[in-house]
């Protein structure tokens, strides 16, 4: 959490990306500095071969449709050809390949789709119509990776609690956000529409480019609803700037009292102090606009979508996508760097 | 735990039947189900003997296996049979005695539906105190007189019911019910539309069963054929009305041929016709969808024949007439040439959707993708080529939230460039044939050299291809 209670009197301090990132670096970074090993953590090992890779090969062009029989192999093609992103598919019943001079090509389209793991996408730029600070895009600072804090620690929450996942990992992404994989057997072979019913559950923020509307919760989500508010409205009321809250007519006098409140740990007399002409579910609807997790729900339904690579290097910040134990406690200045690594 | 004797599903001992007694049993369930007999419980009714009960128990449910044939190889009849049977399973799940709904629970969901009490074991947390089902004192005094031997009967009890989350993806969307650990929690009572609803998802699956086994057992078809014309009677027939089908126009005349029109058919048939040219298959209800569509665009019966005969992959060393003798079986049925002789108009979107192919609902979001970028890579025009692309996202962004209807209109307008702000929701795909022919195609497309359009389904020549944002997770 910030210092500084005031959002109304706070300068960004964004973090500085330094993405000049040569090929002789990535190929480097991929040769010495890369443990395939570390992919066991998300990837199963046994499926390995018929996993579809992407790549992103420095400049020319995009690339799926890719399987290895040995993950040394993996590393090898990443360590040959300058990678600017590497991506993770599905697992297939066969393994894949793009066409060469030997062999046709053989697709995801031509093989079974056997499983992905289940993954969620939280993305900073998807809050840049509520952004307190000044970050657009792909920047991000102190106070907007707050959101992608709360928006993982909500979200954690929920997968373990509402729906009893045990193994969760998350990944920051090298960009601007995180990835939460989950790992329970059962979520492999989860259809569109089971993930969309899922995603769906938690996403409350319909249309998050456009109008925003906020999706009803009924009293019988009493979890969700109570989350939201255990683990929303400190930051929400420390953060988010005293106009926001004049959109539904809580005056500068109240939000300060709500501050003082905090202050004091009385949490539970924020909702006494909102005047009586506005009813809760407004004050809830905006906590929820402004502070809640706005998931990419692409990235969730779709089962052959390709995923970031952990481990490897966000080209356009330099930084190395990592395992991440307490995702409400990281900031990508924590992250390493490929300019540090390969010097 | 003992299926109830109404139970559909259940087995029946002796389940052969008579030519004549088909007729009557069959009848007797139309009867049953559209409400002209009484649908009270079989329990309720009073019987001699427990034969005489087991006797019409058992008719009842053969008139339902027998409905079950006739209605994979006809949709309207599916759809009526479908909507019926989940009515009357709704009245009597409802009426039903504890241990047999936990006998039906058991059998439609197996381990992914258990009770309230159960889930409290295995999480060790009593979850009907933490979520209010009952009050701490009440969860005292029962389990008191559960360990006295008291409490034998639960009847009067709340019964909290709990089901795995991946079996109700709908339920999770609306957040009705508390989620916990995965299970949905509800007193059965207020679950009863959600295990209606999977119920006739079961049934429909079953009748897709036998669709698939008509062509390759010809006793199952004409015996499906012989029920539809029982159907045909003129006091059965105005019964057998599927709430869900009407739509003003039943022909539209295509100007040239289907495959000169490719583009502006609904994308559910353009699929159908490009995976029956790559595959040479379509599975039983894909079939009826085109076969009725070729019908109704004018396609006479001699001509579809041969288009299928010439497309299908599973008719190597069968003369042309051998196969119309035989595999042509569900062509002449759309015909009106089998079964109940009905001339067959256009399913609507929403029979389609739940049992044949909608691009938008059954296709992986994926594909649409490829699908819309294989169409805006084929169009010249700079400017074309953007207003198409904002489209397409709104397209794949419905596709994602499962809403076809929506993502079909918006389809509508990437094909004939009406942009305007409240096209009207497709339900039908007739309708939409009708306003693609008015509107027509907005942008050329680059034809191949042969001077046809590119085939959509022609890989390209190398796989590597530019990067696509709804490929890749853009973080």
């Known amino acids: ?188 072979t989860l259809n569109q529409e089971q993930r969309s019913g899922l995603v769906n559950y938690m996403q409350l923020i319909n249309d998050p480019g456009g109008d925003q509307r906020i999706e009803k919760i009924n009293n019988d989500s009493i979890l969700l609803k109570e989350r939201i508010f255990r683990m929303l409205t400190e930051r929400f009321v420390l953060e988010t700037k005293a106009k926001v809250f004049e959109e539904i007519g809580i005056k500068k006098t109240a939000r300060a009292t709500m501050v003082k409140k905090i202050e004091q740990k009385l949490y539970q007399k924020i909702i006494d102090i909102i005047p009586q002409k506005i009813p809760h579910n407004q004050f809830f609807d905006l906590m929820v606009k402004y502070r809640y997790a706005r998931i990419d729900h692409k990235v969730t339904i779709d089962t052959r979508r390709l995923i970031r690579l952990p481990g490897s290097v966000h080209y356009h910040t330099g930084y190395v996508g990592q395992y991440i134990d307490n995702p409400e406690s990281f900031y990508p200045e924590d992250a390493k760097h490929i300019q540090d690594i390969t010097g | 735990m003992a299926l109830p004797a109404w139970f559909p599903f259940r087995k029946v001992e002796n389940s052969v039947v008579g030519e004549d007694d088909q007729k009557k049993l069959t009848k007797g369930r139309v009867m049953l189900l ?215 126009i039943d022909h539209i005349e295509l100007d040239g041929s289907v495959e000169e029109n490719v583009l502006i058919l609904p994308p559910c048939l353009q699929d159908l016709i490009h995976k029956v040219n790559a595959t040479g298959y379509l599975t039983h209800w894909e079939r009826f969808q085109l076969g009725i569509f070729l019908k109704v665009t004018g396609m006479p019966i001699e001509e579809q024949l041969r288009y299928w005969y010439n497309k299908a992959v599973d008719n190597i060393g069968m003369t042309f007439e051998e196969f119309s003798n035989r595999a042509g079986y569900i062509i002449r049925h759309i015909y009106g040439m089998e079964g109940g002789k009905i001339d067959y108009t256009m399913p609507s979107c929403k029979t389609i959707q739940d049992k044949m192919h909608c691009t938008f609902k059954h296709n992986n979001v994926e594909t649409v993708s490829k699908m819309l970028a294989d169409i805006i890579d084929m169009i010249e025009k700079p400017a074309l080529k953007e207003s198409r692309t904002v489209i397409a996202r709104k397209i794949v962004s419905n596709t994602y939230q499962f809403d076809a209807n929506k993502a079909c209109r918006h389809f509508l307008s990437f094909i004939t460039g009406d942009l305007s702000s409240s096209p009207p929701v497709i339900s039908h795909p007739l309708q939409y044939l009708r306003m693609a022919k008015e509107k027509g195609l907005v942008f050329e497309l680059k034809m191949a050299p042969s001077g046809e359009p590119v085939n959509l389904e022609d890989p390209p020549e190398d796989t590597s291809e530019p990067i696509s944002s709804q490929e890749v997770s853009d973080d």
């Open chain 1, 1 to 188: 959490m910030t210092d500084n209670p005031n959002p109304d009197d706070q300068s960004d301090k964004k973090v500085v990306f330094k993405p000049s990132i040569s090929d002789e670096q990535l190929k480097t970074y991929y040769s010495d500095h890369f443990d395939i090993k570390l992919l066991w953590k998300v990837l199963d090992r046994e499926s390995f071969p018929r996993r579809e890779f992407g790549f992103d090969r420095t400049g020319h062009y995009f690339t799926r449709n890719k399987s290895f029989s040995q993950p040394e192999d993996l590393k090898e093609y990443m360590s040959i050809y300058p990678i600017r992103a590497a991506y993770a598919g599905a697992i297939y019943a066969d393994p894949v390949r793009t066409k060469t001079k030997k062999y046709s090509a053989f697709t995801i389209h031509d093989t079974e789709w056997v499983g992905r793991e289940l993954i969620f996408d939280l993305d900073a730029s998807d809050y840049d119509p509520v952004r307190q600070c000044s970050c657009k895009g792909r920047d991000v600072c102190e106070i907007c990776w707050g959101l992608m804090q709360d928006a993982a620690l909500i979200m954690d929450e929920t997968l373990r609690i509402d729906f009893g996942f045990k193994k969760l990992q998350w990944v920051f992404t090298g960009g601007r956000g995180y990835h939460c994989w989950v790992l329970d057997k059962e979520t492999l």
């Open chain 2, 34 to 248: 559209s409400g002209k007999l009484p649908q009270r419980l079989l329990k309720q009714e009073v019987f001699e003997t427990h034969e005489e009960f087991m006797t019409r128990a058992d008719r009842e449910i053969l008139g339902h296996g027998l409905l079950r044939v006739a209605a994979a190889s006809d949709m309207k009849v599916a759809s009526w049979l479908v909507e019926t049977e989940g009515d009357l399973f709704y009245e009597r799940f409802k009426a039903s005695l504890k241990t047999e709904k936990d006998a039906i629970l058991d059998y439609l969901y197996g381990d992914l539906a258990i009770s309230g009490e159960e889930l409290s074991r295995r999480l060790d947390e009593d979850v009907l105190v933490k979520f209010h089902f009952v009050n701490p004192l009440e969860q005292r005094r029962r389990k008191l007189l559960r360990d006295s031997n008291i409490l034998r009967d639960r009847s009067g009890l709340k019964d909290v019911l709990a089901i795995r989350y991946t079996q109700v993806p709908d339920v999770l969307k609306q957040r009705k019910f508390v989620l916990y650990h995965g299970w949905i929690l509800g007193t059965t009572e207020s679950l009863l539309s959600v295990i209606k609803k999977w119920f006739e998802h079961l049934l429909k699956s079953r009748i897709s069963e036998i669709g698939e086994r008509l062509e390759s057992t010809p006793a199952l078809g004409r015996m499906s054929s012989s029920i539809l014309e029982y159907l045909e009677d003129e006091d059965t027939k105005p019964l057998i009305k599927p709430r869900y089908e009407s739509f003003g």
